[in-house]
């Protein structure tokens, strides 16, 4: 038995023994809901993860991606992208993709905006208006200029992590396999379930550490995402700077604000957004 393997063997016992209630009814119940996230999971988007592209909205990876991305960017005030816009901060390789954007919106990944905003905002970006587009449209579309900014920042960072992000997709491959052999139903799930344990204590932990961070982004992805919280483990280190900078807006706007005018008195306007 190799290290990781016996690593992954005692995370599983851990969580094995707090499942059974052997280590105190409030480890019990945290368990109890992590697991059934997983479950709910495993049931409704396994399928997806592994059968979707790492870049297609459909895979839970990128999901959780977005929906990070966009509450960070989101949460910038309007003169902040005006400004950006205006330093020629961002300025992406490709067009805005106006299907990704309005499928992000289907999905419940990004919300408060309407299709048609959408479609206004995605034109405009992608016929020379992006560095008037604050004057243009105004505070009305924040929101959609926010969400199409969000979309365009994950395709970058997919594309810059792929190789990483491809392997994490091929051991999943694995486990589908797998789960096939169970002949489908509960079996499945369970089967799932129970031989990912020590990986479900890695995802648990990351999982946690997002709830305490950034509660409001944690329960879009575990109720409306089913649990996408649950694969956050596979991309933290990615996305640990935007969850800093959200943990330190919510928290402390003033130094997060402080922080943000240097980079743009500095001429560093770009690091807002990919940090």
């Avoid at 992590?34 to 479950?39: F, M, P």
């Avoid at 979707?52 to 990876?61: A, G, K, R, S, Y």
Wanted: aromatic content about 6%; hydrophobic content about 45%; charged content about 20%.
């Amino acid at each position: 038995m190799t290290i990781h393997k016996a690593e992954r063997l005692a995370g599983g016992m851990n969580r094995t023994a707090e499942g059974l209630h052997l280590n105190g009814a409030e480890k019990f119940q945290q368990v109890g809901s992590e697991n059934i996230a997983v479950y709910s999971f495993a049931k409704i988007t396994f399928e997806n993860l592994t059968s979707f592209d790492i870049d297609v909205l459909d895979n839970p990876v990128m999901q959780a991606i977005t929906v990070i991305v966009n509450e960070y960017v989101s949460m910038l005030p309007e003169w902040m992208i005006n400004e950006a816009f205006l330093q020629g901060a961002l300025e992406f390789p490709d067009p805005v993709d106006e299907g990704m954007l309005l499928k992000a919106m289907r999905k419940g990944v990004v919300t408060a905006i309407t299709s048609e905003e959408a479609k206004q905002v995605v034109s405009a970006l992608n016929n020379g208006a992006s560095r008037f587009i604050g004057k243009q449209i105004g505070k009305k579309l924040t929101a959609a200029i926010a969400s199409a900014i969000a979309v365009s920042i994950t395709k970058k960072i997919i594309r810059n992590h792929r190789h990483d992000l491809m392997q994490v997709r091929r051991k999943l491959v694995e486990a589908r396999k797998a789960s096939r052999q169970a002949k489908g139903g509960l079996g499945s799930g369970l089967q799932i379930l129970l031989s990912a344990q020590g990986l479900l204590n890695h995802a648990a932990k990351a999982s946690r550490s997002l709830q305490s961070s950034c509660p409001t982004v944690w329960k879009v992805m575990r109720n409306q995402l089913h649990g996408t919280d649950m694969v956050y483990f596979f991309v933290q280190d990615v996305l640990q700077e935007y969850v800093d900078r959200l943990s330190l807006l919510q928290n402390n706007p003033e130094a997060f604000m402080e922080s943000m005018k240097a980079l743009i008195e500095s001429k560093k306007t770009k690091e807002i957004f990919f940090p």
